[in-house]
């Protein structure tokens, strides 16, 4: 294997295990910290169903921000949209051997980059000339956005034009990082600049802003249940609180003055 | 700081996002809270030597106790979408005053000092060290914010700007920088039972007063019983509502409600305050503490039901959080909780809001009005923002502004709406919510009522509207002050009670408690 593919193949392992790793901790973190008050914000749902329903439609369809900022939204949809459909074309390379028949629909979709590179240009492009949102960036946030563009970008090149890679070769390789039968890759400078950023996103995401994944499902504004009447909603800790807190239950049951 | 001089903003016909002007709004912030404050709620009374170190401390602890400011420190993406939200933003063009960069005082020590990036690439992800001027920072914007939420209906990620305000506002109090006017009021709330500190023969006399003012009035004995053992009813209301104007006109509507009714209902002298500012300063200990002389009191008096006045953030804290923090609710499992629930009557909701009572009375056909006794008005209604984003009434989707609608068209001919996007959970705060309340912080509190005054404006030319409703002592109170300073009368606001008092035909022939024969000798 050449130096580069064995690069590739530790850096893959490497950013993999940190992602992993960062985020069953991030996640079990969230798990077991516990929300100690009901703070459902309006319109609250007022039933289980309620909020699968509210946090799909908050997840898919981005409803929050669709209210909030119409152009906002478009780029950030479109953006995200266009990821998914990407990362999902992206399993023909990972799956050993013949993909199952599902994934074929979902070839027509290679042009779900375009969508992607465009909501990034227009996130990137909101936050260099919108005035209030470049006064809240920090370089961390121009830099995400750039790493993804060039991710879009390169892969676009690939897909697109004349700069085709070897995508048999790029399937050995990436289904071979699964069944750890490593082989070699191509390294057109795309597919290497492609490759490096995609592990190194992989390696911040527990670290970064990119949290915004789990962390939609964990938001208390967005996952309880509005039914703090019916229903005594307590914390670990707040239960213990009362047992041991000074005014325990005797005590406020004194007699009328 | 109180004299600064500042503009009055303009009410443009639609409100535009501002360009900001930093450090518009920098300053001292409100007064500071002393040792004679500080004391009763367990805080230091000045800024101890080791802030810093317990700063930290307390934010780790913070961000354990609660997940909201764990995954609200961690998610945002700074998409902006929150920037142009905040009423307060709106009205100052001060950035700090957007959401997201108030969060982002706290946001910034918190990557310092718990996140890998901001503890080894600080600059690159806008961590900071938490000095004397961030601290600084964080008392004067973090008492800029009334934690209405606007924001957080707006986030993608339901990140809520008032959780974050709530948490730093703790972290200051614990390392002895309080609010003068929270933690005051807090004082007397946990030590008299109510934020004036009113004691229990100041209160009786007051409501005496009330009884004979109205028998005067309409010749008919409205009771406002204190302390009666064995009512059906616990009322607890926000203490304005004894003395404020427009308040107590709400008040008054209460009691005829109560009385044609024929309910047997108290007030208790020892928890005579609706109002709960442990919310506030975000201690849910002191929130607690205030909470539980309100079970005390529905324990002592044997009451079966337990209702609250119109209040914002005491219908917050009653709806959402007295279940938890006190046990007045339903479906307990614990000790605790079930000793209150099984006295409560479980065939009503607990707690619950006048406004629900009204409107189901109105519903079952028990009150009838004179629509006619409020021609003179034309009016909105100002949801009221911890009633609007965080509770619900009558049980059903949307009923917090559903309910306040249907008791006011019952009472009154000519409604009409403000803007959409200004109302329901899209509602702009008052601009004196979250502890802001206080004269030292006038500046702020007259620029962030702007959106609510635009709309209302708007109201007013189309449609000729002449009276503000609201159910929230805050919003009245707040109302009374800043309605002046954008050319409305000061008197256009009023209490949902007031207008069901005015319009409420009263035919109940008296119950034969004697207290009620004297006072018809009285009159005869």
Known sequence: MSAISTFFTALFYLSLAIFLIGMARKIYQYWVTPAPLKIPTAPTPLTQTGVVMRMAREVVLFESLFKSNKWTWLFGWLFHIGLLLVLIRHARYFWPGDLPEIFLLIQPFKYAAFAMVIGLVGLVGRRIFVERIRYISAPSDYLMLIMLLVIGVSGAIMTFTNNHTDVVMVKEFASGLITFNWADMPTEINLLVHLFLVFVLMAIFPISKLLHVPGVFFSPTRNQVDDARKKRHISPWALKQEQSHEVKLGETLGEDK | ?524
């Not at chain 2, 307060?88 to 001060?94: Q, R, V």
């Not at chain 2, 442990?278 to 039901?305: H, P, T």
């Not at chain 2, 709406?417 to 004269?439: A, K, N, V, Y």
């Open chain 2, 1 to 524: 700081m109180a004299a600064k001089e500042f503009d009055i903003p303009a009410l443009p016909t639609y409100i535009e996002i501002p360009e900001i002007n930093e450090g518009i709004m920098e300053g001292d912030g409100p007064f500071k809270s002393s040792e004679e404050f500080q004391d009763p709620l367990g805080f230091p009374g000045e800024k101890v030597d080791n802030w810093q170190e317990l700063a930290i401390e307390k934010m780790g602890e913070l961000k354990s106790k609660y997940r909201s400011v764990q995954v609200f420190l961690d998610s945002c993406v700074k998409c902006g979408a929150c920037t142009d939200k905040c009423h307060y933003f709106l009205g100052s063009s001060d950035p700090k005053n957007m959401p997201v960069a108030r969060q982002d005082l706290f946001r910034s020590v918190y990557r310092r000092h718990f996140t890998f990036a901001g503890k080894y690439f600080p600059k690159l992800v806008g961590a900071k060290e938490l000095d004397d001027k961030m601290l600084d920072d964080w008392y004067n914007y973090f008492h800029q914010c009334s934690q209405c939420r606007r924001c957080s209906v707006f986030c993608p990620y339901g990140i809520d700007t008032a959780e974050i305000s709530m948490a730093a506002r703790e972290v200051l109090d614990v390392v002895g920088v309080g609010q003068k006017y929270c933690n005051q009021i807090l004082g007397k709330a946990i030590t008299v039972g109510n934020n004036l500190g009113l004691p229990e023969p100041a209160l009786k006399d007051t409501l005496l007063d009330l009884e004979e003012e109205i028998e005067e009035e309409t010749g008919i004995a409205v009771k406002y019983p204190l302390d009666v053992k064995g009512s059906e009813i616990l009322l607890i209301t926000p203490s304005a509502d004894f003395f404020a104007e427009p308040h107590i006109d709400g008040l008054i509507g209460y009691g005829k409600v109560f009385h044609q009714d024929g309910v047997s209902w108290t007030m208790s002298s020892y928890a005579s305050e609706g109002a709960n500012f442990g919310m506030f300063i975000g201690s849910y200990d002191v929130m607690r503490r205030a909470a539980l002389r309100i079970r005390k009191a529905a324990l002592d008096l044997e009451v079966s039901r337990v209702m609250v006045g119109e209040c914002g953030h005491a219908w917050r804290v009653a709806y959402s959080f007295w279940n938890t923090l006190t046990g007045v609710g339903a479906g307990a499992s614990d000790e605790f909780g079930l000793k209150l629930q099984n006295q409560l009557d479980s065939r009503y909701p607990q707690p619950q809001h006048i406004i629900e009572y009204t409107h189901d009375l109105i519903q079952r056909d028990k009150l009838k009005f004179d629509k006619s006794e409020n021609d003179d008005r034309t009016v909105t209604f100002h949801d009221s923002c911890n009633v609007a984003r965080a509770t619900n009434m009558g049980g059903i989707p949307n009923g917090q502004f559903i309910l306040p609608r249907e008791v006011i068209k019952a009472v009154c001919n000519n409604y009409v709406d403000m803007e959409r996007s200004t109302i329901m959970e899209s509602t702009f705060c008052c601009g004196g919510g979250g502890g802001l309340l206080t004269d030292d912080l006038m500046e702020i509190r007259i620029k962030g009522a702007m959106p609510r005054m635009q709309a209302l404006k708007e109201v007013e030319k189309t449609n000729g509207v002449d009276t503000l409703v609201a159910i929230c002592a805050i919003c009245k109170s707040q109302f009374s002050k800043v309605l002046p300073k954008f050319d409305f009368d000061p008197y256009m606001i009023v209490s949902a009670h007031q207008l069901v008092s005015e319009a409420i035909i009263m035919d109940k022939p008296q119950t034969d408690d004697s207290a009620s024969e004297e006072a018809e000798e009285v009159t005869e």
